[in-house]
């Protein structure tokens, strides 16, 4: 079965200055997706970025970019010139072909002032 | 389109009462999660729908909850009966594909049990 780790409960970044959020998984597909959700006080959840398994480039999506390690299981987000909207709960999640999406823990992130 | 539809928003009923949540997907997908957020636990996956067939059920807690999807733009999660420990936000997802897209999130029902 695949697990999605997050290491970090809660970050905390200064506003304009840039964060990374650490992900790591464990799979035995080859072919596969994975995606950073955030989630706001609002509670909706909301795409934030994907990368597919079989695309070497690392996705980026103006401000938010990962890197996706594929041989170490790594899929960190890095969050450039934060901003106090990024505050929110961020989920790495995994989908392999005709499964299920597997969530991680989640990491609270502040922005601050 | 409007994205993926969930009501109530916010529910509270009483212990041993009926629940039923209701979810209405984005159009054209053919994917749907049923997934419980809890401070606990996270989020958990509850069901998963392919083409409105239940694929993998194994995340339902209990005999007390139970799914369906009558057809491709309605999904319902009924719990019966309700109890304390059910309380936490339900989210329905749908996706496009057979589960080789991103999942699109409604904005969840925060059930309250008392």
């Known amino acids: 079965a695949q697990t999605v780790t997050q290491s970090q409960p809660e970050m905390s970044v200064q506003e304009a200055e840039t964060v990374t959020l650490s992900c790591t998984y464990d799979t035995s597909e080859n072919n596969y997706y994975l995606f950073w959700y955030k989630q706001p006080p609002s509670r909706q959840m909301i795409l934030v970025i994907r990368q597919e398994a079989y695309k070497q480039q690392n996705a980026t999506e103006n401000r938010f970019s990962v890197n996706f390690q594929k041989a170490a299981k790594s899929f960190s987000l890095k969050i450039s010139d934060s901003q106090l909207g990024d505050t929110a709960m961020y989920f790495c999640a995994f989908m392999s072909y005709g499964q299920n999406f597997v969530f991680g823990p989640g990491t609270r992130l502040s922005v601050l002032p | 389109d409007a994205g993926v539809i969930q009501s109530p928003r916010h529910e509270v009923t009483e212990m041993g009462q009926e629940v039923t949540l209701r979810c209405k997907p984005i159009?054209?997908?053919?994917?749907l999660f049923w997934y419980r957020q809890t401070m606990m636990r996270g989020l958990e996956l509850l069901i998963y729908?392919?083409?409105?067939?239940?694929?993998?059920d194994s995340g339902m807690p209990e005999d007390r909850f139970s799914a369906k999807m009558p057809n491709a733009s309605f999904s319902t999660l009924k719990i019966q009966p309700s109890e304390p420990r059910d309380s936490a936000v339900y989210f329905c997802?749908?996706?496009?594909?057979?589960?080789?897209?991103?999942?699109?999130f409604g904005q969840g029902t925060r059930l309250t049990v008392v």
């Open positions: 997802a749908s996706s496009q594909g057979q589960g080789w897209a991103e999942a699109f």
């Open positions: 159009s054209g997908h053919n994917s």
């Open positions: 729908f392919n083409n409105n067939v239940p694929i993998d």
